[in-house]
């Protein structure tokens, strides 16, 4: 097999993005994955302007803006009484403030967009049913090694093989935290939803003591996306046996009627437990790296882990043209950037889960009386997610309309 001169380990949102960011600096590259085919699962996904800037960047986001939804609001409901505690606008202040507009989308159609635009590159080639189990280099070069034993060689190599990640542990024998909740996806026609119509324009987040539901609109509002999260009581590790859909019915229990009917919706075969990784503070060893969840696997309460996989193959893409000679530098440099930030947002999803599924009525009361104070303008708190500095300085920030 001609040598390439990347090996990317992991056909997903963030594997592709770092075929772009290689392409982008003539170089090729070799997209290993575990599946028979490539594609993805699960259902909607929201991306802020710390991403969207980077999918502008990569020359995706026209295609994109073709299937996705704008928002025009966050909005945060308490799960039992339907009041709504919160609200962020994503309109003209929002776009004026960070430069680029807040989607969310069906994760398949990210997903193919990103696949295309790789193969349009003519620079990124593609392999399936190979589930990558060791990784080794010398002078020659990076060479990794499938379950069925093939092998593959390159001038450097990227794992973006996920929360689950082999390459990760060419650096880190640590195992992925379950955070004991579980959650619970899909996706259906818009019609079968309970919403008044000014509703199908906000990304819905219900909360509750432990638990919440998050709706939005995909596929330019042809269907809806919803995903249930709770915290499992019979958490049993290395069990299937916690977290079942009967016990999601009884954790929402007495929710609002329109959450209620929602769950009537939901896929109940599949459950997805949620893990997150603890920050490790190296990714390199001379010519391998890594990005993504194999980095930095987070929890999804900031609906953040698809945006700073993108916002790593953008600094990748940077780093590759500073150092177009020496893989070991460019990623050294990249480590250095993208560590402390992902840490920060790691360490930050875990606290918005804490605040967001309170369950003290006196830590409750004090969240929602600080949610009801902020108005729907007031940006702070999401600064540092979405004004990265990184992100907007490669592009000019500009007002859509």
């Not at 308490?78 to 776009?95: C, I, K, N, R, W």
């Not at 379950?178 to 324009?201: F, K, M, N």
Request: proline residues 4%; charged residues 25%; aromatic residues 10%.
């Amino acid at each position: 097999m001609t040598k390439t001169d990347l090996i990317i380990v992991g056909g997903g949102i963030g594997g592709l993005a770092a075929a772009l960011a290689a392409a982008e600096n003539g170089k090729t590259s070799m997209v290993l994955e575990r599946a028979p085919e490539f594609g993805e699962v699960g259902a909607g996904i929201q991306l802020a302007p710390n991403a969207t800037s980077v999918l502008k960047r990569f020359g995706v986001m026209d295609e994109i803006e073709k299937v996705a939804v704008f928002p025009k609001r966050l909005v945060l409901k308490d799960v039992y009484t339907g009041e709504e505690l919160s609200a962020m606008d994503l309109g003209q202040a929002f776009l004026e403030r960070y430069g680029h507009p807040y989607i969310v989308l069906h994760r398949a159609d990210l997903h193919r967009i990103l696949f295309e635009a790789c193969v349009r590159t003519g620079k990124v080639t593609f392999v399936n049913n190979q589930t990558i189990v060791s990784i080794n280099q010398d002078s020659s070069g990076v060479t990794v090694t499938s379950e069925s034993g093939d092998t593959f060689t390159a001038d450097a190599a990227i794992g973006a093989d996920g929360i689950r990640s082999n390459i990760r542990k060419y650096f880190s024998d640590d195992e992925p935290v379950c955070s004991e909740y579980v959650a619970y996806r899909g996706t259906i026609p818009i019609e079968e939803i309970q919403a008044e119509p000014h509703e199908l324009d906000d990304v819905i987040m219900w909360i509750g003591p432990y638990l919440h539901l998050v709706q939005y609109p995909v596929r330019s509002k042809q269907l809806y996306n919803q995903v249930v999260v709770f915290k499992s009581y019979r958490y049993k590790e290395n069990s299937d046996d916690w977290g079942t859909p009967d016990e999601m019915e009884r954790r929402f229990k007495g929710s609002h009627p329109k959450v209620w009917h929602a769950l009537s919706f939901i896929n109940r075969q599949f459950r997805w437990p949620m893990y997150d990784r603890v920050p490790i503070d190296n990714w390199t060893k001379g010519n391998v790296t890594l990005l993504g969840d194999a980095a930095h696997a987070m929890l999804q309460y900031l609906a953040q882990g698809g945006c700073q996989a993108l916002e790593d193959a953008s600094y990748l893409a940077d780093m590759l043209k500073q150092y177009p000679n020496d893989y070991e530098k460019a990623f050294l440099a990249y480590q250095k950037e993208r560590i402390p930030r992902t840490a920060r947002v790691q360490r930050s999803a875990r606290t918005w889960g804490e605040i967001l599924h309170a369950a003290d009525p006196i830590t409750i009361l004090l969240r929602n009386t600080i949610f009801k104070q902020r108005t729907p303008q007031n940006y702070e708190a999401a600064d540092f997610l979405y004004n990265y500095e990184h992100t907007t300085r490669k592009i000019k920030p500009k007002v859509l309309s």
